[in-house]
């Protein structure tokens, strides 16, 4: 559950670190976003679109180790749709690509509200990233044929803590229990007989029925 959490806090850091004017969507992600997908997928440009790629375990001097500690691969694809030239759409979208680095590499979630309350509120650590942010420049035919420019931005950020069972499936509830049946199957005023060699105690049973509505 680890990566959840650090998806749902990334999206809401980043989306408070950009006025609307400059990146008008950012919202989570399925997974990797391409040229491909861009006629089927609705936003809003310029925007920030964010996933989890997977995770491994924490490489050896870690911020965090141990147990339920994983190493998540993360991906914002910030898309940019500037009708001036293929350039100017090139050039905004490496802005923003650097100044999101730039804000990913400074986030404290453990010491920033509100994100450090939810995050607690949950058993969860997530640690500040280690290591800069890369950005590459997705630029395709296809892409440029939609008008519009396709950076990525990706870090590895390292989260640790699981949210209990109870927290994540519906709890289902027992039946009420009307009655219970007792049926006894010693024998009244006898003794077992005890057993030949003497070692086995005697074995006494009962029956019990739990009816149901």
């Not at 009307?178 to 030949?196: C, F, K, L, M, S």
């Amino acid at each position: 559950m680890s990566a959840i959490v650090l998806l749902e806090q990334t999206v809401a850091f980043v989306r408070a670190s950009f006025d609307k004017k400059r990146v008008t969507d950012v919202r989570e992600y399925a997974g990797e976003f391409s040229a491909a997908e861009m006629k089927g997928v609705s936003y809003n440009c310029p925007a920030i679109l964010i996933t989890v790629l997977g995770w491994k375990p924490p490489s050896e001097g870690a911020r965090l180790t141990g147990r339920h500690a994983k190493s998540h691969r993360m991906a914002a694809f910030v898309v940019t749709k500037n009708a001036k030239s293929r350039e100017a759409r090139m050039k905004e979208a490496m802005g923003i690509s650097e100044d999101l680095a730039v804000l990913l590499r400074q986030w404290a979630p453990m010491a920033q509200e509100p994100y450090a309350a939810r995050i607690k509120a949950l058993d969860m650590t997530i640690a500040g990233l280690a290591e800069e942010p890369t950005c590459e420049n997705l630029y395709n035919p296809t892409v440029d044929a939609q008008g519009q420019a396709l950076w990525l931005v990706d870090w590895y950020q390292d989260a640790k803590g699981v949210i209990p069972i109870n927290q994540v499936r519906p709890v289902v509830p027992l039946a009420d229990m009307n009655h219970v049946e007792i049926e006894d199957t010693v024998r009244g005023g006898q003794t077992p007989d005890a057993p030949p060699n003497g070692d086995a105690p005697p074995s006494v049973t009962e029956q019990i029925d739990f009816a149901q509505p």
